[in-house]
């Protein structure tokens, strides 16, 4: 379903890219860590420095192309 809406031109709703944001993997894929701090899943980012920087372009890419209010996602990070 997000990649349909993906496909559309203009800029996107914040809420299109919630199941991407929401998802520990991809946070964990911006640590560094072995263990991830924050989410009871592997880091994946941990001696990956690929996967790292790929995770930092797609969050960079999520933010450059959805609109919205980072209050949308507050309940997500508490």
């Known amino acids: 379903m997000l990649d349909i809406r993906s496909q559309k031109l203009g800029r996107k709703s ?5 199941d991407i944001l929401s998802d520990a993997r991809l946070w964990s894929s911006l ?3 072995q263990t991830c701090p924050f989410a009871d899943v ?14 930092w372009a797609l ?18 990070l508490s």
């Open 14 to 18: 914040l809420d299109d890219a919630l």
């Open 31 to 33: 640590s560094h860590e």
């Open 42 to 55: 592997e880091s994946f980012g941990y001696g990956q420095p690929g996967v790292r920087s790929y995770a």
């Open 59 to 76: 969050l960079q890419a999520l933010l450059e192309n959805w609109t919205g209010t980072p209050l949308t996602t507050a309940p997500l």
